[in-house]
């Protein structure tokens, strides 16, 4: 590497810190700092931004609230158990390092994952903002191995950024919703992805048209007949359990002479 292109990340990084320290504050002073900071150029291109960062951002902050809204309006008249004045804080976060969003039910005591503290108490999500500058652009939305191959609340592939966008949206609205709900009825949380969050996010996904229409292709386990998680072209079960059953079949299975 040369003394230049040394020179230049650390330019990257200086500027990268200003704008942590400068501009994110609040999503305000965030648009302002992608501006007004002498580096404005090079933020954007590390952001991969056009020549007019606040009005493309400010698109996608638009949808990524609407979308907040609609699912909060959706989960008030589906749910009993939440009233009409149940909401879901939404805290869109540009930070350039940030890389996963959360959602859930938070405390003024619980913010050390928020280093700035944007989240107000109660049901809450906070989207990395980031990979999803480009609407248009085509990326894959990624879910949990557990429900990866569903129709219905899987993984997304080949679709706009505005859908992606939409698709961890109802997601981290599905954990609010969840922990809500058990929060009323006083019990005990069920598994984060368990089957109650599953069904919450399947009510969301539908409601939003985020549903694939066709399954994804996958192989059977040889014993069970659940659909395999793995991509190996070589796997034939889905868990050391059968594998043995399939073993015991074997050597139960009379030899040929």
């Given at each position: 590497m040369s003394k230049k292109n040394k020179s230049d990340d650390?330019?990257?990084?200086t500027r990268r810190n200003k704008l942590q320290h400068i501009g994110l504050t609040s999503n305000a002073t965030n648009k302002q700092a992608l501006v007004?900071?002498?580096d404005a150029v090079t933020l954007r291109k590390e952001l991969r931004l056009d020549s007019n960062p606040i009005k493309q951002q400010q698109k996608v902050e638009?949808?990524?609230?609407?979308?907040?809204?609609?699912?909060?309006?959706?989960a008030r008249n589906h749910?009993?158990?939440l009233t009409q004045g149940f909401e879901i804080t939404a805290y869109l976060d540009w930070r350039i390092d940030r890389e996963y969003s959360r959602g859930g039910i938070y405390s003024s005591k619980r913010r050390s994952f928020e280093r700035l503290g944007q989240l107000a108490s109660g049901p809450g999500i906070s989207i990395a903002m980031v990979k999803y500058v480009h609407l248009s652009e085509l990326q894959k939305h990624q879910e949990y191995k557990r429900f990866n191959n569903d129709p219905e609340i899987g993984s997304l592939g080949k679709v706009t950024s505005r859908k992606c966008l939409?698709?961890?949206i109802a997601h981290e609205c599905a954990h609010a919703i969840h922990q809500s709900i058990a929060k009323i009825n006083n019990t005990k949380t069920s598994p984060p992805h368990g089957k109650a969050y599953q069904n919450i996010l399947?009510?969301?996904r539908i409601h939003l048209g985020l549903v694939r229409k066709t399954r994804i292709r996958t192989k059977s386990?040889?014993?069970c007949?659940?659909?395999?998680?793995?991509?190996?072209?070589?796997a034939q079960y889905c868990s050391a359990k059968c594998r043995k059953a399939a073993q015991r079949t074997r050597d139960k299975a009379p030899t040929k002479k």
């Open positions: 650390a330019a990257v990084r007004q900071t002498n638009v949808l990524a609230q609407e979308t907040t809204t609609k699912c909060v309006a959706f749910w009993p158990e939409q698709a961890t399947r009510a969301l386990c040889a014993i007949k659940t659909p395999l998680s793995s991509s190996s072209v070589r």
